[in-house]
């Protein structure tokens, strides 16, 4: 089955760190761009950040600048969020998905959403 599974969301305090993963079966992850998506509750998804296919070209949005690393193990067919500094506004459900561009064109994905892994930031 081609999918990407997210993983490693949690709860954490104002100023914490998480990890999260996107782990791809049924296909080569490392031919991909690769992005990061995420809706908080009664808001529309928004993009977070982006990567190229090797890792020389990465993309973030102004909110998460400075805080938030991507970053992809071509040979483990995963790609990472490194997510420090968090703030309650960072609270969403985090997405990943194939992209057809980087910088993301809006919600633009190929393929499907998955269903997701929940971040939650609050003291």
């Known amino acids: 089955q081609v999918q990407l599974v997210e993983s490693g969301g949690g709860l954490v305090q104002p100023g914490g760190s998480l990890r999260l993963s996107c782990a791809a079966s049924g296909f080569t992850l490392r031919y991909y761009r690769i992005g990061w998506f995420r809706q908080a509750p009664g808001k529309e998804r928004e993009g977070v950040s982006c990567?190229?296919?090797?890792?020389?070209?990465?993309y973030y949005e102004d909110s998460v600048k400075g805080r938030f690393t991507i970053s992809r193990d071509n040979a483990k067919n995963t790609v990472y969020l490194q997510m420090n500094g968090l703030r309650p506004e960072d609270t969403a459900v985090y997405y990943c998905?194939?992209?057809?561009?980087?910088?993301?064109?809006?919600?633009?994905?190929?393929?499907?959403w998955g269903q997701g892994t929940q971040v939650s930031v609050s003291s």
């Open positions: 998905a194939t992209v057809p561009a980087c910088p993301l064109r809006g919600q633009s994905i190929l393929g499907s």
């Open positions: 990567i190229h296919t090797t890792g020389s070209y990465t």
